[in-house]
């Protein structure tokens, strides 16, 4: 999946190129993460967190094939600021129910 490709090299402006040109940011790859599962779980990258968050088009709470929340894969991978960014900016659920 192209989105989270870019996500994980940290680059924010193809990443905002594609977005305009229609792609799904709450689209899954085979492991059911969405864009901002893989900026959770790789790199931590603040300012692509905070790109998804603005377009309004992510699901902070969306679980992936495991049942993890963004917030929760954040926690786990130690990145203070995303985590940071999703509770007190954007109210994120640790465990995202049903």
Partial sequence: ????????????????????????????????RSALHVVCAIG??????EYLLASKSCDINMKNNLGWSPLFVAILN????????????H????IASD
């Fill in 44 to 49: 931590g990258n603040v300012k692509i967190a």
């Fill in 78 to 89: 130690k990145f203070e600021k995303v985590s940071e960014l999703l509770i007190k900016q």
């Fill in 91 to 94: 109210g994120a659920k640790l």
């Fill in 1 to 32: 999946m192209l989105v989270n490709s870019l996500i994980s090299i940290g680059n924010l402006s193809s990443l905002k190129k594609l977005h305009e040109d229609g792609a799904d940011l709450n689209a899954v790859d085979y492991l059911g």
